[in-house]
């Protein structure tokens, strides 16, 4: 039986992800498609009886309790990313390298673990900023977990000749910083401190959030805004809202943008591929995403 003739069952684990719009997306591109598919958000933060709520640290648990349940794929989202790898049976050679997955799905009784975060950004990146090679000079980014893992690759890939990493956790930047200079031994990748943050930024063309900061659960801004300049571009992984503080902030003083919306609709693109085996029109899912968020229609691809 081929995999379109099969019906789905699919779940998001994570947490703050009911509002999410990636299980509708998957939906509406499963409908396009004539396949039967069931998306449901398990969100970490509301499974459970009240007197034993559920933490990050129990994907692993409820990764089991899905297979067991009958679900054939998972999208994975903050904070699980990393912590699932060690739950999982293979692991796909990029994920290997990133050091997080966003995709696990059920082949022949094993649990496999992809990451399509890496080339949603890249799909987003190509499709909605119009970069220069000098634009790609030199970068800060801001988050070195599971999202900042995919978006540094994506960006080294891409040719940045020095990546900035930021992270609360020193630690994690320095370790990630430390990976992706093995991977990239031409470009130079630093993990930053604090108090170098300003003057970083001040030297780089680009600036990428790949933070939970700016999302509804998680308000605010990643950065002083006030370190903001036109001559910047600013991407941001958060979708939910679009239009973060910090993209608000950028656009206003006319820098070029890129919301979170392209990197969704990229990840959920190539991950529903891999669960399906079929792949979704993209602008015709791009619109739904756009109509969904209240957003104008797209340009072309």
């Known amino acids: 039986m081929s995999r379109?003739?099969?019906?789905?069952?699919?779940?998001?684990?994570?947490?703050?992800?009911?509002?999410?719009?990636?299980?509708?997306?998957?939906e509406m591109a499963a409908d396009q498609l004539g396949i039967r598919y069931l998306y449901r958000p398990l969100d970490i933060d509301a499974l459970g009886p009240h007197q034993r709520a559920f933490t990050a640290d129990d994907c692993g648990t409820l990764l089991s309790y899905g297979l067991a349940l009958g679900y054939n794929a998972f999208n994975i989202t903050y904070p699980c990313k990393q912590l699932i790898m060690q739950h999982l049976d293979q692991v796909s050679e990029h994920a290997l390298q990133l050091g997080a997955v966003n995709t696990v799905v059920i082949e022949?009784?094993?649990?496999?673990?992809?990451?399509?975060?890496?080339s949603g950004f890249s799909f987003a990146v190509d499709s909605g900023l119009a970069l220069a090679p000098e634009d790609l000079d030199t970068v800060l980014q801001l988050g070195a977990g599971g999202a900042g893992s995919a978006t540094a690759y994506a960006l080294l890939s891409r040719g940045v000749k020095t990546l900035f990493l930021f992270d609360i956790s020193v630690q994690q930047a320095q370790a990630r910083a430390s990976t992706l200079q093995d991977l990239f031994p031409s470009q130079k990748v630093v993990a930053l401190e604090p108090k170098q943050l300003a003057s970083a930024l001040a030297s780089s063309r680009g600036l990428v959030n790949a933070t939970p900061i700016g999302m509804h659960h998680h308000p605010g801004a990643p950065i002083d805004l006030s370190l903001l300049r036109a001559d910047l571009w600013v991407a941001d992984v958060i979708y939910l809202p679009q239009d973060t503080?910090?993209?608000?902030?950028?656009?206003?003083?006319?820098?070029?943008?890129?919301?979170?919306?392209?990197?969704?609709?990229?990840?959920?693109?190539?991950?529903?591929?891999l669960i399906t085996g079929q792949r979704p029109d993209v602008p015709e899912l791009h619109r739904f995403f756009l109509q969904e968020t209240g957003n104008e229609l797209p340009h072309s691809f």
Do not use: C, K
């Open 245 to 273: 503080p910090l993209i608000t902030a950028a656009r206003a003083l006319g820098a070029r943008t890129l919301p979170g919306g392209l990197m969704a609709v990229g990840q959920a693109v190539d991950a529903f591929t």
């Open 4 to 26: 379109i003739d099969e019906s789905f069952l699919v779940g998001l684990l994570g947490s703050g992800i009911n509002a999410s719009l990636t299980p509708p997306m998957h």
């Open 108 to 118: 022949d009784g094993a649990t496999v673990g992809y990451n399509t975060d890496y």
